[in-house]
Nanobody, 118 residues
Framework: QVQLVESGGGLVQPGGSLRLSCAAS????????MGWYRQAPGKQRELVAA???????NYAASVKGRFTISRDNAKSTVYLQMNSLKPEDTAVYYC????????????WGQGTQVTVSS
């Protein structure tokens, strides 16, 4: 059984920064691709950033240059560093794991709220 636990969300002013963390248990973390998604009220869940087991990354156009995804395999943790935050980044952020190597995410965390507001 895989558990993903996010932390690091909160309230931040526009232009500020936050770092989200997602700790994984119950799996061989280092060989799994990971992703961060977000869902704003009234909108569909969207992929924000992804990182493969080999460290390759990709980003949504809306966050490229502002957000950075990284991983620490020794800690079984994936991070999302968010800089230059905008009000439109307000959402619940979820981490996810491609456990079965099928190119889709099988396990999800419970989500952490990020609110960007003055």
């Amino acid at each position: 059984q895989v558990q993903l636990v996010e932390s690091g969300g909160g309230l931040v002013q526009p232009g500020g920064s936050l770092r989200l963390s997602c700790a994984a248990s119950g799996s061989i973390f280092s060989i799994k691709d990971m992703g961060w998604y977000r869902q704003a009220p009234g909108k569909q869940r969207e992929l924000v950033a992804a990182i493969t087991s080999g460290g390759s990354t990709n980003y949504a156009a809306s966050v490229k240059g502002r957000f950075t995804i990284s991983r620490d395999n020794a800690k079984s943790t994936v991070y999302l560093q968010m800089n230059s935050l905008k009000p439109e980044d307000t959402a619940v952020y979820y981490c996810a794991m491609d456990y079965y190597f099928r190119g889709k995410y099988d396990y999800w965390g419970q989500g952490t709220q990020v609110t960007v507001s003055s």
